[in-house]
C-alpha cells in the first residue's frame, strides 16, 4: 500500500531494555543496522502491523515486550534517486512511519529469532548505547531517528514502574505514569555494545 505521494504507511520499533540500551539489528548479508520496521497492509492499524513485524522480523509476540510510548505524530522520510525502482507501479517515493517504544520482557532475550518468516530480515542483532544509532545509520534515516529518539528519551533513559496498564501519551508522560512513579535517576549510559 503506498499514498497518493508516493510514500508507503510503515511502523518503527525501537526496544531497549533496563539498561537504557536499544535493539540495533544487521540487516542479512550486509555491514547496515538499524531498527526493526516494516509495511502497514491495507485493514491494518499500526499496532497491529508493529505486533506483526515484531514476529515476523524478531520472533517475539506482545507478551515477550511492553508499549512504553507511541510517536505523536507520522515520520517521513524520502529513499535517494537511486533506491527508488523506478520500473515499479505505484513508485514508493519513501516511507512515511508511525513509532513505537517498547520494553523486552526479562524472559524475551532468548527469544529473539530471525528464521520465522520466510525471508528474513536481519541476521544479527546487539544492544547499543541509546543515541549510537543516530550517528550509524544510513545518513537518509538520520533525521527520523535523531527525532524519533529525543521524542521517546524520557520514556527510555528513566527508569519507570508502571502501576497500571496505562500506555504512555508522548503529550504527558507524568499522566500516564503519574508522578510519584518516576525516579529521577538517570541510567548510565554504556558506549560499548554486547554482542550476541
Request: some cysteine; charged content about 25%.
Amino acid at each position: 500500500m503506498i499514498y497518493g505521494d508516493g510514500f508507503r504507511p510503515n511502523v518503527g520499533i525501537v526496544i531497549c531494555n533496563q539498561h537504557g540500551q536499544v535493539l540495533w539489528a544487521r540487516r542479512i548479508g550486509q555491514n547496515s543496522w538499524q531498527f526493526p520496521q516494516g509495511g502497514i497492509n491495507a485493514g491494518e492499524s499500526p499496532i497491529q502491523a508493529m505486533y506483526r513485524e515484531l514476529n515476523e522480523e524478531l520472533g517475539l509476540v506482545k507478551s515477550d515486550v511492553t508499549v512504553l510510548q507511541i510517536s505523536k505524530t507520522w515520520h517521513k522520510y524520502q529513499l535517494p534517486q537511486r533506491l527508488v525502482r523506478w520500473n515499479e507501479r505505484p513508485v514508493c517515493l519513501g516511507q512515511r512511519q508511525k513509532w513505537f517504544l517498547l520494553r523486552l520482557c526479562d524472559h524475551a532475550e532468548d527469544k529473539i529469532k530471525f528464521n520465522l518468516s520466510g525471508v528474513p530480515e536481519f541476521d544479527n542483532w546487539r544492544w547499543v548505547s541509546y543515541w549510537y544509532p543516530v550517528r550509524q545509520v544510513i545518513s537518509f534515516k538520520r533525521d527520523v531517528y535523531r527525532k524519533i529518539l529525543k521524542e521517546f528519551s524520557e520514556s527510555a533513559l528513566f527508569a519507570q514502574e508502571r502501576t497500571d496498564g496505562e500506555l504512555l501519551s508522548s503529550d504527558d508522560p507524568g499522566k500516564a505514569f503519574g508522578k510519584k512513579n518516576w525516579k529521577g535517576r538517570q541510567v548510565q549510559q554504556r558506549h560499548n555494545v554486547r554482542r550476541k
